[in-house]
């Protein structure tokens, strides 16, 4: 017979789930921070733009060069 005191603890039966779970957090978390990122320099290129034609200048728009 085994006491009480003899039994080992048995560990929980969804440590699994709980890295599937961190591991979507962590998706999620980085996709936040690449969407924030795009946000931040899409909200750039707008203000320059708005800035550009606040002045009362023409022909704001960026103008892409081909690489060489």
Same mark, same amino acid.
Request: proline share 6%.
């Given at each position: ?24 957090? !962590?998706?999620?978390?980085?996709? !936040?921070v690449?969407?924030?990122?795009? !946000? ?29």
């Open positions: 017979m085994t006491e009480e005191g003899d039994r080992k603890p048995e560990p929980p039966e969804d440590e699994g789930s709980r890295a599937i779970e961190n591991i979507v957090m !962590l998706g999620f978390f980085v996709v !936040l690449a969407a924030g990122i795009w !946000l931040l320099g899409t909200m750039a290129d707008v203000r320059k733009a708005q800035d550009c034609a606040g002045q009362g200048r023409r022909n704001c728009g960026t103008i892409e060069a081909p690489a060489r």
